[in-house]
C-alpha cells in the first residue's frame, strides 16, 4: 500500500523564513501544504499589519524573530486563544537583549506581541539549553542580519539538538557561516545569505509514524497476502531528528527498508525483531519529543509495558499532551502513569486486549492526539475520534489515506465521525 504523507513542516517552515531572508529568488520545493506552513506562507507574503498565525506555535516563534529584523515594519502578532496561553518571553527577552523592540499587548510573557523592526546588533547570548529548539532556531536564522552576527551558549543539557542542527544546517545550504565552536556554543557570522537557493522539501517523519504505528499492529499478511507500507520521499540520511522512528520502532515489530531508486521507505512487519513479549520498551524522547503520543499508543495497544523519558516539552504544546494521553488511554482501558514533567510509563494492564468505553477519543485541538488514536480503529472497530479536522494542522489528506487503509483490511463502518469534546 502506498501512502502519500505531506511534505515536512519543519523544513517547510525554515525554508519559507530562509528565502525570506535571502531574496525573492530563492524558493520551497514540495512545500507543505498543512495549516503551520500557510500560516507562515501568509505572513511572509501579506506583511499585514495585524498577523494572526491561528495554533502555529513554529511560525509565532520564526516570525517574531523575523519580524524584529525588518527596518520600516510594525505587526502585531497574535493567535488562537490556546497560543495566547502558550509562554513566549523567553524568545522575547533574548530578542529585547540583541536590540529588538517588542511589547506585549495583553499579559506578560504571553501573546499578543506588537514588535517593530529594526536591525539589530547581535552579539553574546546565553539562554538555558532546554528551552525549546523553536526559540533557538528562531534567533540562529535571523542572527546572519545582525550587525555583530551571535555567539550563543546554551547552558544546561540540550534538548531537541536535531531540530537545531537541522536549522544550521539549512542555514549553510543558504550560505550563512555557521558552527559549533564548541559543545555548547554556536557562533554565527554577520553575513548575508545567498539569494536564488531552491530547496526542495522531503516528506515528513513525523507523519510517517502513524504508519509505523499501523505496521506494528497489523499482522505481515493481510487477507493471506504480504503486507507492506510505502512511503515516498523518504531517505535514510534525512534532517528531520524524528527519522528515528525507524530505530524506535524496530523493539515493536516494524522494519524499514530504503528503495534509494525509487526515493522511498517501505515498511513491514517482522514479529522477529520485535522485543520479547513482557519486557519492558524503555527510550528517552528528549530529542523526538513529537513521536511520544504515537509511540505510548502504539505500546497501550499492545499491551505492551513502556516507559518514555526526556518529555518536559510535552506540557506545552498544542494542548497538556501528558494530561491528554491519560484521559483517553483510560477510555481504551489503560491507566497511564505519569511522572512530574519527565516520564509516562504502563507497568500492567489489566486486560490483554484493549478494552474501548465507547466515549469518542477527544483531541483537544491537537493534531497528534488524533492521528496516534487513529490506528486504534484497526483493533476497536467501533472506535470514534471527536473533531478530526484538527489533522489539518499538518496532514490535510491524513483521513483519505487512513480511509483507504480501512478499507483495504476490512474494517467497515463511518470514521471518523465529528462529535463534541
Not at 505587526?75 to 529588538?100: C, K, N, S, Y
Not at 526542495?200 to 502513524?210: F, Q
Not at 519527565?342 to 491537537?366: K, M
Amino acid at each position: 500500500m502506498k501512502i502519500n504523507l505531506p511534505s515536512s513542516k519543519s523544513l517547510s517552515n525554515r525554508a519559507l523564513l530562509l528565502c525570506a531572508l535571502s531574496g525573492t529568488d530563492s524558493s520551497v520545493g514540495r512545500m507543505s501544504n498543512c495549516d503551520d506552513t500557510f500560516v507562515m506562507w501568509r505572513a511572509l507574503t501579506t506583511r499585514t499589519h495585524e498577523i494572526d498565525i491561528m495554533a502555529a506555535g513554529t511560525a509565532m516563534r520564526f516570525l517574531t524573530a523575523f519580524f524584529s529584523t525588518c527596518p520600516d515594519e510594525e505587526h502585531i502578532m497574535t493567535g488562537t486563544e490556546r497560543m495566547r496561553q502558550r509562554p513566549i518571553g523567553v524568545l522575547v527577552d533574548a530578542l529585547r537583549h540583541l536590540g529588538a523592540e517588542i511589547e506585549y499587548t495583553e499579559n506578560e510573557g504571553f501573546p499578543p506581541i506588537r514588535i517593530i523592526g529594526h536591525q539589530l546588533r547581535g552579539g553574546k547570548l546565553s539562554l538555558p539549553a532546554n528551552v525549546s529548539s523553536q526559540y533557538i532556531s528562531a534567533l540562529l536564522m535571523v542572527a546572519p542580519q545582525m550587525t555583530d552576527g551571535l555567539t550563543l551558549t546554551l547552558e544546561g543539557d540540550i534538548i531537541s539538538r536535531p531540530y537545531i542542527d537541522m536549522t544550521l544546517s539549512m542555514m549553510r545550504t543558504f550560505g550563512a557561516e555557521v558552527r559549533w565552536t564548541a559543545d555548547n556554543v554556536i557562533s554565527v557570522s554577520p553575513k548575508s545569505y545567498h539569494d536564488g537557493v531552491i530547496f526542495n522539501v522531503e516528506s515528513d517523519w513525523s507523519a510517517a509514524s502513524y504508519w509505523y504505528e499501523v505496521v506494528a499492529l497489523l499482522p505481515n499478511k493481510v487477507h493471506g497476502a504480504p503486507f507492506s507500507i510505502t512511503l515516498p520521499w523518504l531517505h535514510a540520511e534525512s534532517l528531520q531528528g524524528d527519522s528515528e522512528v525507524q530505530r524506535l520502532f524496530r523493539p515493536l515489530g516494524v522494519e524499514t527498508e530504503f528503495d534509494a531508486e525509487h526515493e522511498c521507505a517501505i515498511l513491514r512487519h517482522n514479529p522477529a525483531i520485535a522485543m520479547p513479549e513482557g519486557e519492558v520498551y524503555e527510550a528517552d524522547l528528549v530529542n523526538q519529543p513529537d513521536l511520544a503520543q504515537t509511540l505510548v499508543v502504539t505500546c497501550a495497544l499492545l499491551r505492551r509495558p513502556f516507559r518514555f523519558t526526556g518529555l518536559r516539552s510535552l506540557r506545552i504544546k498544542e494542548t497538556d499532551r501528558m494530561e491528554a494521553l491519560r484521559n483517553e488511554l483510560a477510555k481504551l482501558g489503560v491507566t497511564l502513569g505519569i511522572e512530574g514533567d519527565e516520564a509516562l510509563f504502563v507497568s500492567q494492564y489489566d486486560s490483554s486486549v484493549p478494552t474501548y468505553n465507547g466515549e469518542p477519543i477527544a483531541t483537544y485541538h491537537d493534531h497528534r492526539m488524533a492521528m496516534a488514536f487513529a490506528p486504534a480503529r484497526l483493533l476497536c472497530h467501533d472506535l470514534q475520534i471527536a473533531h478530526p479536522e484538527v489533522v489539518s494542522k499538518s496532514y490535510p489528506n491524513f483521513w483519505e489515506e487512513f480511509a483507504n487503509l480501512l478499507l483495504l483490511v476490512g474494517v467497515l463502518g463511518e470514521f471518523p465521525q465529528k462529535t463534541e469534546a
